[in-house]
Structure formats: structure tokens, C-alpha cells
């Protein structure tokens, strides 16, 4: 039996129909505004809308495989996302061994405990015994210069890009009662409300956003568009309760904690990024820059989300 419930149906059915009048705008803008001619605000929007179709897409064929199709989907995004971020940080030949044990034991086991359910591993494993074992691998290279900066940066790679990234499909293993086989819409939950407070935000700033929020680390962050982003993306997870386990309220709790947890993830990923001098992780979404570029919300919100559902809804 397909995983695809009707009430994921109508969810996708919805976003589809956003996306469509997102289309549509942004064609009618580029006809009225550019008048078919280069214009850099209309064809950022475009390249979103695009790759936002392209991210639904592959969402929908994840969620059509069920509990493997996402846990693939998410292994291949922790992989890549895990690559962009040591691709910016500074290595050394002593750290080649702990960083093909990173990829190539590290992220393969922690999604594999995602597949069998093992919560108690599953949340020790990258925070505790990882932590310990990969300082060891990096002094057998002999290589001192630099070591504590060079072993911290692998480890919050793998706590970034696999740990807090592993919480999403993680939603799956939840046991709620009531709720059972419709776990997918918590994953939707996360993605529409993370998404969407991120498009809200942008959207408020831009219409009224003069307040910087930190410039420094995001110039384009603004309290107005903070403050607007959060508060409509928290109406929208209210409205999405008949698609959770959730009463009204208790959605807008959850979408709101969702929202500034991801806004701070943001900030705390901007920081990294102008530390190491680059505006994005990467170039591989056309429109959003890297994997870790559309992933910053969602690393610092999805290990939240999973243990207020964990410790409040699971017996």
C-alpha cells in the first residue's frame, strides 16, 4: 500500500497550487516589469520558484517510497551537505583518516539507527562515542599545527550535517498514538513551516524591512521582516493543525518554536559562511546557493521538533 495518505495528497495538492501562482507572478513580472529583459530581483525570484518546484518534486518521490525512500533522500542530503561544509574548512593530510570515517562510517550508521529505531544510540551516537573517536584518528596523523581548530571543525561538521539532519527522518520512528502510519505529515509539517517562515521573512523585509537584525552576519535580515515572517509562518503552522497529531494551539507553539529556532540556525550558519569569507556554501540549487544554504533553518529546528514530539507526545 502506497505511504501516501489523502491528507498528504491534499498537502502537496496545496503547495502544487502556491507554486503554480508563484509561477504565474513571477512570468506576469518578468513580462510587465523587465519586460522579457534581465532584472535581478524578478530573476532571483524565478530561480527560487524553479528550484522550489524541483525540491517539492523530490520530496513527493521520497514520500512515495515511504519510510526508505526518506531516509535516502535525507542520507544523500547529509552527505552533501557534510560536503560543502569541509570543503570550506581547513584541513590537513593527518585529517583524511577522521574525515573518511565522517562520511564513510559516521553518516552511514547514524542513518542506519534512524532505519532500525534505535533512539537511544541514534542520539548519543554522533554527540558522544563519534566525538571521542575522531580527536584519536586525527592525532595518529602526527600532524599537531592547528589540531584542535582542524578536529572541532570535522565534529560540528557531522553535528550540523548529520546529527541535526538526521532528526527529520527520524520523525518517522515516532510511536504517537492516533496518529499511526501518517508520520510523513510531520516531516510535511516541518518542511512548510520552515520553508515558508523563510519566504515570509524575505517577503516582510522587503516591503518593510529598515531594521537590521544583525548586519554583520546577514545584512538582509531585518526586524520587521523577522518579526512579520515568523509571526505569519506561525499562523500557517495553526492552520495545518487538522494535518498533525496537534490541537490549534498547540501547532502554533510548534510552528513558532520551529520559525525562531530556524531563524537562529540561520544566523549561526551566516556566521560560519562570513568566517570563511563566502556569501553561499555552494552553487548546486540554482536560486539558493548550496545544499547547506536551503538547510540552515532546518538544522537547528529539526532536533527541537523532534524531542518536544518525542518527550510530549510519545508514551
Not at 583518516?97 to 532505519?115: C, D, G, I, T
Not at 531585518?222 to 515568523?230: C, S
Amino acid at each position: 500500500m502506497s505511504p501516501i495518505t489523502h491528507t498528504t495528497l491534499m498537502l502537496f495538492g496545496g503547495v502544487a497550487g502556491v507554486l503554480v501562482l508563484a509561477s504565474a507572478i513571477g512570468a506576469l513580472l518578468k513580462w510587465r516589469v523587465a519586460h522579457g529583459a534581465p532584472h535581478s530581483v524578478i530573476d532571483n525570484l524565478n530561480a527560487r520558484v524553479n528550484a522550489w518546484w524541483v525540491m517539492v518534486a523530490v520530496i513527493g518521490v521520497a514520500f512515495a517510497f515511504g519510510k526508505l525512500g526518506v531516509i535516502l533522500l535525507f542520507y544523500l542530503v547529509s552527505f552533501y551537505a557534510l560536503r560543502e561544509f569541509l570543503s570550506l574548512t581547513y584541513t590537513r593530510r593527518g585529517d583524511h583518516l577522521a574525515m573518511a570515517a565522517a562520511f564513510y562510517v559516521a553518516l552511514p550508521v547514524q542513518y542506519f539507527l534512524v532505519w532500525i529505531e534505535w533512539y537511544g544510540m541514534f542520539a548519543i551516537f554522533i554527540p558522544v562515542e563519534v566525538f571521542l573517536i575522531l580527536p584519536i584518528l586525527s592525532a595518529l596523523g602526527g600532524d599537531t599545527q592547528r589540531f584542535l581548530e582542524r578536529t572541532s571543525k570535522v565534529q560540528w561538521g557531522l553535528m550540523v550535517c548529520v546529527f541535526c539532519i538526521s532528526h527529520v527522518p527520524a520523525l518517522l520512528t515516532l510511536n504517537i498514538p492516533g496518529f499511526e502510519g501518517r508520520n510523513l505529515l510531520l516531516i510535511a509539517f516541518l518542511v512548510i513551516v520552515v520553508q515558508g517562515s523563510d519566504v515570509l521573512q524575505y517577503v516582510w523585509g522587503k516591503l518593510l524591512g529598515k531594521r537590521k537584525v544583525a548586519p554583520e552576519l546577514s545584512p538582509s535580515k531585518t526586524w520587521e521582516g523577522l518579526i512579520g515572517g515568523v509571526a505569519s509562518a506561525t499562523l500557517l503552522g495553526a492552520a495545518l493543525w487538522w494535518a498533525t497529531p496537534f490541537a490549534p494551539w498547540q501547532a502554533a507553539l510548534m510552528a513558532f518554536m520551529i520559525c525562531v529556532m530556524g531563524f537562529f540556525g540561520g544566523l549561526v550558519m551566516s556566521a560560519i559562511k562570513r568566517d570563511r569569507g563566502v556569501k553561499d556554501w555552494g552553487t548546486m540549487i540554482e536560486g539558493h546557493g548550496g545544499m547547506l544554504d536551503r538547510l540552515d533553518s532546518v538544522i537547528f529546528a529539526a532536533p527541537m521538533y523532534f524531542h518536544a514530539l518525542h518527550y510530549w507526545w510519545v508514551p
